[in-house]
């Protein structure tokens, strides 16, 4: 019989819809249960496509036994933490105060007033490597609750003053320099890996927003070494096996330092970034490997991750069965030479097990290979090469395909439009910049109610009850202003003014000008969360103060300019002790430090072929944060076309900066030129 889990959108949620567990959503109502008959409450957070939420599921909450005992000491939530990630932030930052480290599933115990008191992450069903079996966890905090509540209470408390007192009050900082952002690119060259690309050592993410950074540092001032890390790095996971050398785009992470074998679940988020990190490195360097990159990287969006209402999944999982009924991490992906020869015939499974760098004894488990690009001597025949990908992805379609994640989260589809909208504008694909129309238009027509709420998440068509966070309203403001530029459609620039007028009247604190993570008006949990460090994705914080830059540079909104400079403050302060998990607020200050520039081209027509040209050249100029507005002279459609007329009857581009214009220009190298200097 189905728990409380039935009626919820969330795929994850739904996926312990019949657990023995007798699960709650979050909601006051599970801690009013809570309160009226005196247990504690155990919280497990997850998401659908994480491998150990799985294995953890059907160990221990697809038990019988377990979930007995579960069901008559505790009250049980369940968490979708791409549904909730102020209730997942608040809790992991709980997590990592107290044990040092964190990831999901995410175990957490908590009063009835929702104050935690023992954490952890995943548990087995038996002692293992030091940790306790899950049974044994349970019966001790079951103990502790009967026999010790006094304690549990005090600790508690201690625990939720603590965090507390770990506010955040950088905003009212000066905005960062040259210092900073020296100091910042000193630090990663001291963490870069110069033998594979990279930072750091194993488990190895793919570092979108400090790629960025690099590539606009190195439009600003011209410094090798930032182009230098961020080309090497770029070719390194390229030819990786994070890429799907087949199917295009990237898997969540490295679990080795080389890039050879992910963690294959396909996430939403990182695809669109490092598709936009591709189409940029493209403009900066003219890389042939970076232009087929960002084009398979949106294709593979397009193609496997866009649902029936024109918006983008999630997610995809990191198992699939692997043909005998049981589900293994990476079987879709992974091949054998056998495997190779069966598709391809004898002679080319030779030359794709060589290509691709598949072995007897394999790179992944029990003789398996995750397929890879290893610098080889001599050239391959381009035309074979492609025949051969193209036959081992019909036959790789034929294998049981990862599930699929079918939520639609607005922040990562606003990060998806501002991707394809750009590199279907590069690339003259125009069916992407469709796509990202589509998508854009789901947010505007689904997520955003009349007041111009967003709400985190919709399914199916239908949205979900949890309210957007900052990253929404960031996002999505970013993704219509990339929109904006791409299209000429001057709304896509009105919708991106609705969501950040939201963002300075309910995220900003007025006194310091730092940002939280929930509107003043949201549910309140035992904290407020605010985090200025990228994660997985930009932070909130820093990707407001992005879009209110931009959103400025477009209007001249002084509020704006002056919170995203306030809300700079955090990267003053960070940039250079930890510029790894700042990296898009560095790419920000970069494009504050450059002005940004903003760049109005008028013409006769939109489709006219010297003002598309015009157009084009803007949007592949490589200064930090410009913003291109496009359309007829006395346009109202933007703000920057006001009054700039035709120049001698002929399309015209206007380039302007801290308050100071260029002689408007005809000439597409001069605007080239003015782009670049």
Sequence with gaps: MPNRLAHETSPYLLQHADNPVDWWPWSAEAFEEARKIGKPVLLSVGYSSCHWCHVMAHESFEDQATADFLNEHFVNIKVDREERPDVDAVYMEAVQAATGQGGWPMTVFLTPDAEPFYFGTYFPPVPRHGSPSFRQVLEGVRSAWSDRRDEVAEVAGKIVRD????EISYGDAQVPGEEELAQALLGLTREYDPQRGGFGGA??????MVIEFLLRHHARTGA??????????????????????????????????EWVVPHFEKMLYDNALLCRVYAHLWRS???ELARRVA?????????ELRTAEGGFASALDADSDDGTGRHVEGAYYVWTPQELTEALGEEDGRLAAHHFGVTEEGTFEHGR???QLPQHDGLFDAEKIASIRGRLLDRRSERPAPGRDDKVVAAWNGLAVAA???????FDRPDLVEAAVGAADLLVRLHLDEQARLARTSKD???GANAGVLEDYADVAEGFLALASVTGEGVWLEFAGFLLDHVLARFVDAESGSLYDTAADAEQLIRRPQDPTDNATPSGWTAAAGALLSYAAHTGAEPHRTAAERALGVVKALGPRVPRFIGWGLAVAEALLDGPREVAIVGPALDDPATRTLHRTALLGSAPGAVVAVGLPESDEFPLLADRPLQQGQPAAYVCRNFTCDVPTIDPDQLRTALTS
């Design 163 to 166: 965090l507390a007192g770990r």
């Design 203 to 208: 488990p190895k993410f793919p570092p979108s």
């Design 224 to 257: 090798e070494g930032a182009l230098q890390m961020a080309v090497d790095t770029c070719e390194r996971m390229a030819r990786g096996g994070i890429y799907d050398q087949l199917g295009g785009g990237f898997a969540r992470y490295s679990v080795d330092r």
């Design 285 to 287: 360097t003219g890389s």
């Design 295 to 303: 084009l398979e990287t949106a294709d593979f969006m397009v193609r």
């Design 369 to 371: 290979s995750v397929l």
């Design 420 to 426: 394809l909208a750009e590199t279907g504008a590069y």
């Design 461 to 463: 068509g239908r949205a």
